[in-house]
Each structure stands twice: as C-alpha cells, then as structure tokens.
C-alpha cells in the first residue's frame, strides 16, 4: 500500500492526550468539542434497558461437544452477524497469559514518557507509530485518545523502525500475542463461512497470505466526557476486528443498533468480535459491518488492543458468488483490489460507513 501524499497534509497540533490531562485536568482545548449532534451520551452501564451483543462460546464448537451443541452456536453465530455485527467470544482458546501479557505492555507503552514514545511517530500521511491516525485538516475535531498502531504481518507490511525497544518485553508479546489471534481469526472465518453455508475454508482460501495490524488505544479520564468522543463513529475496514479491552478499563465502546447507541459490557476474558467491511461485501451485505464509537469515563481510563484482519493486499473483493442471485439478491457492491480499499480508509477521515460507498453500487 502506497503512502499518502505527505506534503498535501496539514494537521495542525495535535496534543498528546496524557499530557494535556497531566497539565490542565480541567481543561478541554476547543479541538476535542464535538458539535451538539456528535457527542458522546454517556450511557450507565448499571442500565438494565439495553440490549446486549451475543456471546458465543467456542468451547462449544470444538469436537468435544455435540454435534447439535454445535449447530445452536453457528446459528446463534449466524444471527449474531446479521443482526449485530457484534459479538463476545468466551472460551476461546488463548490463553490468560498471553492476553494478560499483551495489556501489561501495552499500558507499559502508554505510561512511558513522551518523549520515549515519540521515537516512534506516526508521520502525517501513515497509520503506523504513535499519534492521532485519520487526521487531514486543520479543523478536523479530535479524538479523545492516544493511539499506537502497527503492521504485524505479512512482515512486508512492517515498519521495523516503528516496534519499539521498551518495553523491553513489547515486540516478543506483541509477536506471541498475534500470532494466538491470527489463529482465532481463522477459527471464526472458518465458523462464519459454515455459518453462511459455505465450505469451512472458503475464506482461508480467498484471503491468501492475511493482513494482520493491531491498534492500541488509550483514553485517559475526561474532566466533560460529554463535550468530547474517544473515537469517532466508524466501520471497521477490515474482514474481523478481535478487542480486547483491558481488566480495569472503563465501558466505552458502543455499537448503533436500530439508531441507538448501545454500550458493549465487558465480560470477564472474552474477547469482543466484529465483522468489518470486507465481510459485509463478501456476503453481499447479509452480515453487517457496524458503526460504533467509543465515549470517555470522568474519573476512568481505558485501554483497548485492537486486531485488524483483512485479505491479502493482492485479492480482488466482490459479493461471493454463493450469496448471490441476479433474480432476488442482487450485487449490491463492485469488484476492487483489497489494497485500494485499505488506501482509500486510511486516507479518509473516519465518518460512520462512509468508506464503503467505495464499494457501494449506487442504483
Ligand atoms: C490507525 O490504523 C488503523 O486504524 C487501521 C490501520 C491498519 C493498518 C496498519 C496499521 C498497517 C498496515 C495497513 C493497515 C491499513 C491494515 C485500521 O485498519 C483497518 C482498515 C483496513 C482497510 C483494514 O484492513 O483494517
Ligand atoms: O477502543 C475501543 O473500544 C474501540 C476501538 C475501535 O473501534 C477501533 O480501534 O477500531
Ligand atoms: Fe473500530
């Protein structure tokens, strides 16, 4: 993927979260104010009038279980993607090490000075390193967060320069860490693609040599969680999204469900699953990539590791022909080269699904 036109981007300052907390706690710098339609409700998370995302449990699709076990978590999968996007996985097979490990690193990073995590920038124009990804003009409202963000495989797609020599523990974590993920991207596709009625590696197959990328995201307390967002609504470009949202992190993550903004409560070692734009284009929009964006805690940080998995950067995407039917089901998106679709959402500011009109065929 080609690097972005650096010279035609002027971001402005853009201030370092943490810091800004350390320095004015109470102060909010005009940037971060969203107009009054954008910003963050927040939601109690005592509230018992939301509805929660489905939680599927892998244990019970492994051999050990029967066969009718089986066939009522891939349909609970199935309804899970059509009707969320979102899901929670619990017994999933990696183990509370690896995870635990991946967080400590990832909150040792964050709490380093910053003059340690500008060694590793994210230039204006890229999507690796540490800094505020999806900026592209001066006036452009920020996010709550500070993020650090890297290509993890194929190693084609690293910045080696980027993987930082402190933590001294974070890239041999990062490594074990992505490479138990990878393996439960696999998992899932292989779970959706019987799901959808199809052969269990269609997707494997289709996918060649998988983009894998993680994004840390770190959102510290704010003084007026009201005024501000963490993240700003968006679909995910990807084909599966894995978060994990760290033990002492705050609730903050919410999907639009049927013009509501629902809050995903964590559950003990789950992991929180969601089909991204890849997946939505695949099967011609039976299972959904959905917007959602994440709010800030008052009194309480949050702390979320990201994984993007994605077709190789070389496979060409349209509506898989199985969920297609000239008749009933038309093709509602064209055919492109995942590559150009991942240029085109890091060089677009992050706007609800409007990166998918990319995709779309407009009748
Ligand atoms: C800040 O970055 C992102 O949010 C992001 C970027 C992912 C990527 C890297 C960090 C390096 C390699 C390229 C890639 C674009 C995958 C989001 O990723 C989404 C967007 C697309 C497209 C995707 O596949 O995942
Ligand atoms: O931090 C979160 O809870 C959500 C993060 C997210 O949506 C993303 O990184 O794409
Ligand atoms: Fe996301």
Same mark, same amino acid.
């Given at each position: 993927?080609?690097?972005?036109?650096?010279?035609?981007?002027?971001?402005?300052?853009?201030?370092?979260?943490?810091?800004?907390?350390?320095?004015?706690?109470?102060?909010?710098?005009?940037?971060?104010?969203?107009?009054? &339609?954008?910003?963050?409700?927040?939601?109690?998370?005592?509230?018992?009038?939301?509805?929660?995302?489905?939680?599927?449990?892998?244990?019970?699709?492994?051999?050990?279980?029967?066969?009718?076990? %089986?066939?009522?978590?891939?349909?609970?999968?199935?309804?899970?993607?059509?009707?969320?996007?979102?899901?929670?996985?619990?017994?999933?097979?990696?183990?509370?090490?690896?995870?635990?490990?991946?967080?400590?690193?990832?909150?040792?990073?964050?709490?380093?000075?910053?003059?340690?995590?500008?060694?590793?920038?994210?230039?204006?124009?890229?999507?690796?390193?540490?800094?505020?990804?999806?900026?592209?003009?001066?006036?452009?409202?920020?996010?709550?967060? &500070?993020?650090?963000?890297?290509?993890?495989?194929?190693?084609?797609?690293?910045?080696?320069?980027?993987?930082?020599?402190?933590?001294?523990?974070?890239?041999?974590?990062?490594?074990?860490y992505s490479k138990d993920i990878r393996t439960l991207c696999?998992?899932?596709?292989?779970?959706?693609?019987?799901?959808?009625?199809?052969?269990?590696?269609?997707?494997?197959?289709? %996918?060649?040599?998988?983009?894998?990328?993680?994004?840390?995201?770190?959102?510290?307390?704010?003084?007026?969680?009201?005024?501000?967002?963490?993240?700003?609504?968006?679909?995910?470009?990807?084909?599966?999204?894995?978060?994990?949202?760290?033990?002492?992190?705050?609730?903050?993550?919410?999907?639009l469900k049927d013009n509501t903004w629902v809050p995903v409560?964590?559950?003990?070692?789950?992991?929180?699953?969601?089909?991204?734009?890849?997946?939505?284009?695949?099967?011609?929009?039976?299972?959904?990539?959905?917007?959602?964006?994440?709010?800030?805690?008052?009194?309480?940080?949050?702390?979320?590791?990201?994984?993007?998995?994605?077709?190789?950067?070389?496979?060409?995407?349209?509506?898989?022909?199985?969920?297609?039917?000239?008749?009933?089901?038309p093709c509602k998106y064209r055919s492109y080269n995942h590559?150009?679709?991942?240029?085109?959402?890091?060089?677009?500011?992050?706007?609800?699904?409007?990166?998918?009109?990319?995709?779309?065929?407009?009748?």
């Amino acid at each position: 993927m080609a690097p972005l036109p650096i010279s035609s981007i002027r971001v402005g300052k853009i201030e370092d979260v943490q810091e800004l907390i350390k320095s004015k706690p109470n102060k909010v710098p005009e940037r971060f104010i969203r107009d009054a &339609n954008e910003r963050g409700v927040l939601v109690s998370p005592k509230t018992h009038l939301h509805q929660h995302i489905p939680v599927i449990d892998l244990s019970k699709l492994s051999k050990a279980h029967t066969h009718d076990d %089986f066939l009522f978590e891939i349909l609970k999968l199935s309804q899970a993607c059509e009707a969320w996007g979102f899901f929670q996985v619990i017994n999933h097979g990696i183990e509370v090490d690896v995870v635990d490990d991946m967080e400590k690193v990832a909150k040792e990073f964050f709490e380093m000075p910053l003059e340690e995590k500008k060694k590793y920038p994210m230039e204006p124009g890229t999507v690796q390193g540490y800094g505020q990804a999806f900026i592209f003009s001066e006036d452009q409202k920020l996010d709550w967060c &500070n993020m650090f963000a890297l290509g993890v495989h194929p190693p084609s797609i690293r910045n080696p320069k980027l993987w930082p020599s402190k933590p001294v523990r974070f890239s041999e974590s990062l490594e074990g860490y992505s490479k138990d993920i990878r393996t439960l991207c696999k998992r899932l596709l292989n779970y959706i693609a019987i799901s959808l009625g199809l052969k269990e590696e269609r997707f494997e197959v289709m %996918f060649g040599e998988a983009v894998q990328a993680v994004r840390m995201n770190f959102y510290p307390p704010c003084s007026s969680p009201d005024l501000v967002l963490g993240l700003s609504p968006h679909s995910d470009g990807s084909a599966l999204t894995v978060l994990q949202q760290s033990k002492d992190s705050c609730v903050g993550l919410q999907i639009l469900k049927d013009n509501t903004w629902v809050p995903v409560l964590p559950l003990p070692n789950a992991l929180v699953i969601n089909i991204g734009d890849t997946v939505e284009v695949l099967t011609n929009g039976k299972y959904k990539s959905v917007e959602h964006r994440v709010v800030t805690n008052r009194e309480r940080e949050r702390l979320t590791i990201v994984t993007f998995y994605a077709p190789n950067y070389e496979v060409e995407i349209e509506p898989m022909g199985e969920l297609v039917d000239e008749e009933t089901n038309p093709c509602k998106y064209r055919s492109y080269n995942h590559g150009d679709y991942s240029y085109h959402y890091v060089s677009n500011k992050l706007q609800g699904k409007k990166s998918l009109d990319f995709a779309k065929i407009l009748n």
